[in-house]
């Protein structure tokens, strides 16, 4: 695959975290490469949402070096700018603007951080409403939603930013079943797009389907990785068989 | 002092529901119900009867003085504001009466109310008056007069009720229309009620009947037919220009209206080294334009922000050397601008273009209000201040709240930041300022705070006065508004950091906005004690309106007598007082339901 | 698999959000110190050219002010004029916040109540109440009392009560001399019951039945009291043992108690620091401090050194202490060598000529309310009463309506319902905001300056126009608000924390 050739977009190497006594991560290092899509699976409390916290500095990890795009996460006031607007991210809970219709909530970051006049931005906005396919709900605000559409808006706030790689933090546990195919669709079409993302997710259709490398988090490290047809015919951990034989 | 609003979880309240049965019924449901229940009914009316019949019985009474009040109006109401200078102040009400036409039309104020509750408010309203007049001591022909009018309201009422049957259910009646005819009704009561004054003719304590002057309901006719005219100019408006772009406009003019009122109208200024002001603000404008636009490039990057800091350094270092206050308020602001050039501005041409302009903007009003500061006034009165009365109780709160309004938002803000320092200092500060009472701090305002300053530096003690209420009523401001933060939730502030917001972006958009929408029946709440506590004034020796009904009136003998009338004037300072705050306290329940803070 | 970046690269400080962070609150700090200097220096050049210096000299001179109302009427010092203050806000205060209570449980309840007529009446007062400032209302009760039957010669005489133009006066039971010896039994008294009540308690328990325990300690105590009443000169013993502690009081040097004294207030601050850090730990270590922990914690700190410095520096105070207990063992003996008198006397209200005009004044013999207390009083009570009302009604219709039907279903009647569910249940929602309208009554008493009520700000304020303290005052005022402020809020928690602990 062309994936193979592709350059380095994510490197973390020895990845530490405390929170108080408690470690959420013990050492993780992996690389992922553009376009690249990678799954995260794991229990919950296993720090698979901490690592993709940490790749866009949510969560300042302790040992170890991140590197995004070529730039490390330090303290570095810039690399934290730069890093954020070049990384999306969608949320369990969504996290839309209340006070904000749709189109001001994906046009706002647009206008204040990349400096776009109003005008592009909302032609942008709208582009991306079509995409995920909500552009007659561009001013309504997020509480007329339902959940699934709120996560769709959330995902075109975060493209509209334009980011290289997007991550997604367990986007369909909060929503009702009926609604959550719909938010994997626009994931699918996303990924067939070439985007860069890592997705935390318990959705195993769409890590079977969809991803291109799975990765199993136990208690702060990676447990498995490899493919999904590796992942989940071929499991070389015990830890790994047995999340899978209780959640199959 | 100023008290805080609480906010319990809205449960259906016990109390009695409206008769659906008919009077009899609805009279043993709701006060024969029991032994006990009779008892209280009628010990309850016994009170209520002994209250009314007190209370219209001193009203009436041949020995009351109410004429001290009538005569005196001008007095209370603004001090010793030459009359030949009051256009002013109506014009000052004209500005505020045009302003909240057009805002009402803009925030589509007021919504619809059911005609059988108007209806059942209007009969009630006449039962009152046919209870009052038939239980308290007035003459034969008031008593038949109250009659009167009682029935016709009850059968109004009732008989609007009735005639429109099924349809009294449904929401039809604008509730602006019930408060513009309130209003009318208000204004027509000027010409026609005749209110006691002293007969010039007569011996001490004698009092004649008079119009109310035309000078006084001339002009409120006015306001009143001005007022409704710009709410339809508004709704006019609303549809030619967009609502966003008229809203913006409205408060900027809302903001600007206080001081140009108070420090400009109201004073009529004469203003001086206008000169020498108009050269330092044109310099500021071009040079700091310059400035501006060349640290707002984000290609300045790390650079930028290092000059802006410098300016930032040498703004504060100007406060400790002499230099003019215009200067050092133009190199605190400049610095402010610098700072925030790469968040608000940054590359496009054009949203650097805005940012200078607005700077440009900011700099002519910093030199108009200087101006004013310095200027002299042009009304001349007997006394230290222009300003007296009720109205100066209106600048007080006003001036009070719009002060602590920025420095509260900044200590809760603060008090809720991730710095330490910052929130240690703003902690210490709220706390400070709360444990002692207003007094002490007014105390403070007139006795310490002048020891601070060299000796040619004096402010008028309004303005003193109205620093510390700010200073105060900003500690409980923070309060309010810290809690509207807190109960943002953390996504928030994740997604803002997750789209690359900087914390000052983030602030300005996201938290501070859904924070202080949380807590607008909070605010209201300050505002109507801060309103309230400005009476506190009276004891520092300010002519305010409690001042002059307690001290002033009750001691005046020329040219008429009207010692020993302190309880009449003390009424009528608590009903002034009264009709705001009640007034207030609705539009907050108002906004509590609207906005539906405390429901889940 | 080209990493083009070198790990660990640390940023330059001008990027480095940590250094910037601290950078920042430097900065304010650095500006802050700033202008508190520029001021403070402004200030030491104006004070200087009034000729003033700040000091605490008038704390000990005698003031030239003589206090209305009182435990002192004519000071010795300054301090001691203050303290006389002090008292009259407590006064004010711990009444007002009795009666207030009373009153805003009432209105509450009635607010809430199925009759109509009671319903509207509690809801007009409250809307009366709340919208009209506080001030306005204390100086309406002030002209009120005015029109009561003013004072001439010919009223001289007794009456059973007294409601006149220069204040109310009402009979009152004043202890006399043999009361300090009747004390003793009454406190004998209280322990027995109390012992009595225990022990019978505790039979209830082993046996079952009735023992009706609490009855019998009353019957216990008053028992005692009266024999008390009758016997009491056999206490005159006491006297002499009193004496022989107020001299041995008299022969301690001060050093020795100025030294113990900065001990006690340096140790106090540690224990109370301690204890706090203590309650704060958890299994898994200290807990996370709020800023509210913090800002305790510093307070408490700081108040122990500057007591402790104010101990070492200013030996007046060791000596005042000291003579104050001397004094305090000398009046007790003094006390239980009288004679045998009532333990008390009776008073009824008078009206007498005083003063060299002669004018007729309320004796001091009962009772006298003044119109300053009567007003301050009052409109604190009713304004306070009317915000306590809209929290009880909060508080009521808060709790849950199920508690309500179940306690209907039980058979009790309402006002059962109301005294055994609903009331106990609200009074733990409505501690904490009605705890706020405890700290605001206190707050309010300083209105007493606007009718002449002597309290700390009032008495505060004639000495700085008489010396000049300005600054010395002002810091003093504060001192005690927040004291007050602090000890409220301290008790409310208290309670609050009780309460939270019984639904566990």
């Known amino acids: 695959m062309q994936i193979e050739n592709a350059k380095d977009i994510i490197v973390c190497d020895g990845v530490k975290k405390w929170f108080g006594d408690f470690q959420a991560l013990k050492g993780v290092t992996t690389t992922i490469k553009e376009q690249e899509v990678v799954v995260v699976i794991g229990p919950s409390g296993s720090g698979k949402s901490t690592l993709i916290r940490c790749i866009n500095r949510l969560e300042a990890h302790q040992e170890g070096s991140i590197v995004v795009d070529g730039i490390e996460l330090t303290n570095d006031l810039r690399n934290i700018e730069k890093i954020r607007s070049e990384v999306g991210m969608v949320f369990q809970q969504f996290n839309l603007f209340p006070h904000l219709t749709v189109m001001d909530n994906i046009t706002l970051a647009p206008m204040w951080v990349r400096k776009k006049p109003r005008d592009e931005a909302e032609e942008t906005g709208m582009e991306l409403l079509e995409r995920v396919g909500i552009p007659e709900q561009a001013n309504k605000y997020p509480g007329q939603l339902s959940g699934g559409q709120q996560q769709r808006v959330a995902i075109a706030r975060a493209l509209a930013m334009r980011p290289k790689i997007m991550l997604f933090d367990e986007p369909t546990s909060a929503l009702d079943p009926e609604m959550i195919k719909e938010v994997l669709d626009v994931m699918k079409e996303l990924a067939l797009s070439g985007m860069t993302m890592i997705v935390v997710t318990h959705e195993m259709g769409f890590a079977r389907e969809v991803a291109d490398r799975v990765l199993f988090f136990d208690y702060g490290t990676i447990v498995e990785d490899g493919t999904p047809e590796h992942f989940f015919t071929n499991p070389q951990h015990d830890r790994t068989k047995l999340f899978l034989s209780q959640i199959l | 002092m100023a008290e805080k609003k609480i906010i319990l979880p809205e449960i259906e309240e016990l109390a009695p529901e409206p008769p659906p049965k008919g009077p009899v019924v609805w009279m043993k449901d709701n006060l024969f119900y029991s032994v006990s229940s009779t008892i209280l009914t009628l010990l309850g009316l016994l009170i209520a009867v002994l209250f009314i019949r007190g209370m219209v019985g ?352 900044v200590l809760a803000l603060g008090r809720t930041s991730t710095m330490p320092i910052f929130r240690l200092l703003s902690t210490i500060y709220i706390e400070l300022v709360r444990g002692v009472p207003l007094i002490t701090w007014l105390l403070v305002s007139i006795v310490v705070f002048p020891i601070l300053f060299p000796l040619g530096v004096n402010f008028v003690a309004p303005a003193k006065v109205t620093l510390f209420i700010a200073f105060f009523s900003a500690a409980y401001l923070a309060e309010n508004v810290r809690g509207g933060l807190q109960a943002i939730s953390k996504g928030q502030t994740e997604a803002a950091n997750a789209l690359g917001m900087t914390t000052l972006q983030r602030t300005v958009f996201i938290t501070l906005p859904q924070a202080l929408r949380a807590v607008i029946p909070a605010l209201v709440g300050q505002v109507i004690a801060i309103f309230k506590d400005t009476s506190l004034v009276a004891i520092v020796g300010l002519f305010d309106i409690l001042k002059i009904g307690r001290d002033i009136i009750p001691t005046q003998t020329q040219p008429y007598n009207f010692l020993g009338s302190l309880r009449e004037s003390l009424l009528a300072v608590a009903v002034f007082y009264w009709i705001f705050t009640f007034i207030f306290s609705r539009i907050s329940l108002q906004l509590e339901e609207r906005l539906g803070v405390g429901k889940r | ?381 009713l304004y306070t009463a009317a915000f306590i009302a809209e929290i009880v009604r909060g508080g009521i219709l808060a709790v849950n309506k199920g508690q309500s039907e179940a306690g209907l279903a039980v058979g009790l009647t309402r006002a059962q319902l109301l005294r055994f569910v609903v009331l106990p249940q609200a009074f733990r929602i409505v501690l904490p905001p009605i705890g706020n309208q405890y700290l605001n009554l206190f707050k309010n008493t300083s209105l007493g300056i606007a009718v002449a009520f002597p309290d700390i700000v009032q008495v505060g304020q004639t000495i700085y126009n008489q010396t000049g303290q300005t600054f010395p005052v002002v810091i003093l005022w504060m001192a005690f608000f927040l004291t007050g402020s602090l000890v409220l809020s301290s008790i409310v928690n208290y309670f609050n924390r009780r309460l939270k602990l019984v639904e566990r």
Request: aromatic share 12%; no cysteine.
């Open chain 2, 58 to 409: 001193f009203i009436l009474a041949d020995e009351r003085k109410w004429e001290a009040i009538t005569t005196n109006m001008r007095l209370l109401m603004v001090q010793a504001y030459p009359q030949e200078a009051s256009w002013r102040l109506w014009l000052a009400l004209g500005i505020i009466f045009v302003l909240l036409g057009l805002s009402l039309a803009f925030w589509h104020a007021g919504g619809k109310a059911e005609p059988r509750k108007v209806g059942r408010a209007v009969a009630a309203a006449g039962g009152f008056v046919v209870f009052v007049v038939l239980v308290a001591p007035f003459e034969t022909n008031a008593r038949v007069f109250g009659l009167i009018i009682g029935g016709v309201l009850i059968v109004a009422g009732l008989g609007a009720v009735r005639l429109l049957g099924e349809r009294a259910k449904e929401a039809t009646v604008p509730v602006l229309l019930i408060a513009a005819i309130l209003a009318g009704v208000a204004v027509a009561a000027l010409w026609l009620i005749q209110v006691p004054v002293p007969d010039p003719e007569g011996g001490v304590g004698e009092s004649q009947l008079a119009g109310i002057a035309t000078t006084t309901s001339g002009p409120w006719t006015i306001l009143y037919l001005v007022t409704i005219a710009s709410y339809f100019l508004g709704l006019f408006l609303r549809r030619v220009i967009p609502e966003r772009a008229g809203r913006l406009a409205l408060v900027v003019l809302w903001t600007m209206a206080f001081p140009i009122i108070v420090l400009h109208l109201a004073r009529g200024v004469e203003f001086q080294n206008v000169g020498q002001y108009l050269t330092i603000g044109v310099a500021f404008a071009a040079v700091g334009s310059l400035i501006i636009w060349f640290l707002a490039d984000p290609a300045r990057g790390e650079l930028g922000r290092g000059l802006a800091g410098l300016l930032l350094v040498i703004a504060i270092a100007s406060w400790v050397v002499s230099a003019l206050i215009l200067i050092r308020l133009m190199l605190l602001l400049l610095a402010l601008f610098a700072l925030g050039g790469p968040t608000f501005a940054g590359g496009e041409r054009a949203t650097r273009i805005r940012y200078v302009g607005v700077w440009v903007g900011a700099v002519v009003i910093t030199v108009y209000m200087m101006l004013l500061a310095t200027g002299v006034s042009l009304v001349q009165t007997s006394n230290e201040t222009v300003f007296g009365g009720f109205f100066l109780t209106w600048i007080l709160a006003i001036g009070g709240i719009a002060l602590s309004f920025p420095m509260g938002v």
């Open chain 3, 1 to 381: 698999m080209a990493v083009t970046v070198a790990t660990h690269e640390r940023p330059p400080f001008w990027r480095n959000a940590t250094v910037l962070k601290w950078a920042a609150q430097l900065v304010l700090v650095a500006f802050l110190a700033i202008v508190i200097l520029t001021l403070r220096a402004q200030a030491a050049t104006n004070i200087e050219d009034r000729g003033i210096t700040f000091g605490t000299k008038w704390l000990d001179d005698p003031p030239l002010i003589s206090i209305r109302e009182g435990i002192d009427l004519q000071p010795d010092s300054g301090a001691r004029a203050l303290y006389a203050g002090i008292v009259n806000t407590l006064r004010v205060s711990i009444s007002g916040i009795l009666a207030a209570t009373i009153l805003g449980t009432i209105i509450g309840v009635a607010r809430l109540s199925h009759n109509w007529i009671v319903n509207k009446i509690a809801t007009v007062y409250i809307e009366t109440i709340r919208n009209i400032p506080l001030l306005v209302q204390i100086l309406f009760w002030l002209a009120v009392i005015q029109i009561f039957p003013a004072l001439d010669e010919d009223s001289v005489g007794e009456s059973l009560f007294l409601v006149t133009a220069k204040g109310v006066s009402i009979p009152w039971l004043f202890p006399a001399g043999g009361f300090y010896q009747w004390l003793v039994f009454l406190i004998i008294g209280a322990v027995v019951a109390g012992f009595v009540y225990f022990r019978l308690s505790r039979l209830k328990e082993e046996r079952g039945g009735e023992t009706y325990a609490f009855w019998w300690s009353v019957v216990a105590f008053v028992a005692i009291a009266v024999i008390g009443w009758f016997i009491h000169p056999v206490m005159a013993f006491w006297g002499p043992i009193f004496d022989g502690i107020s001299s041995f009081f008299g022969a301690i040097p001060r050093v020795l108690v100025q030294i113990l004294l900065a001990a006690v207030a340096v140790l106090a601050g540690t224990l109370w620091i301690r204890r706090f850090l203590e309650s704060m730990r958890t299994p898994a270590g200290l807990a996370k401090l709020t800023d509210d922990d913090w800002f305790r914690m510093i307070f408490v700190g700081l108040m122990a050194l500057i007591g402790a410095a104010l101990f070492v520096f200013l030996p007046g105070i060791s000596q005042t202490i000291l003579n104050m207990v001397e004094a305090f063992f000398n009046f007790l003996g003094a006390k239980f060598s009288g004679e045998s008198v009532a333990p008390l006397t009776y008073t009824t209200p008078a009206v007498e000529l005083r003063g060299t005009g002669g004018f007729a004044q309320l004796s001091d013999q009962a009772l006298v309310i003044t119109p300053g207390f009567f007003a301050l009083w009052v409109g604190v009570t």
